[in-house]
């Protein structure tokens, strides 16, 4: 544990450690954009579940496989967003930047999908809402984003509002 400006800061390998915090610890979990590099998500939602008192409130956020942007990728045959074929060049998509960082990212969700995996791991999904971000779009194409992601399922990013009952 590291310890910046009174804040205790834990470094953890969420694929497989067991978080240092007794059961029912928190009242509020976030996973903000984490979910979909983790090799194993089912080992962090177990904890994030196991650390949550009853009652308690589960936020997790994570690009949207069927975001309508990647729906028009896969009928013209490029790659969706977020997803990678390589692991040294990013190709194969639409607005093509090779030279642009790789995701990093491992798991791709659904709406759907995320929805069925939190209550695989016993959270009650209360709200589902879909974000669009401004970063590196022209104008027009945020405000149709903002737009169709007022339906969660056509969402750049999914946001879930979820409970531990």
Known sequence: MHVAEGLKLLECDLNNCILPYSDEYFDLVLM??????????????REAHRVLRH???FVVTTPNLAWWVNRIALVLSYQPYWTE???MF?????????????????RLYTLRGLRD???????IVIKALGVAYKANKPFMVYMLDRLLGLR???AEVIAILAMKP
């Open 117 to 123: 995996l939190l209550k695989m791991h016993g959270f």
């Open 55 to 57: 009652g308690g409130l």
């Open 90 to 106: 990013n190709v194969g998509k639409f607005h093509r930047r090779i030279n642009e960082p790789l995701s990093g990212h491992l």
């Open 32 to 45: 903000e954009e984490v979910i979909e590099h983790l090799v194993n998500p089912d080992n962090a939602l």
């Open 152 to 154: 969660p399922t056509l």
């Open 85 to 87: 074929v390589s692991t």
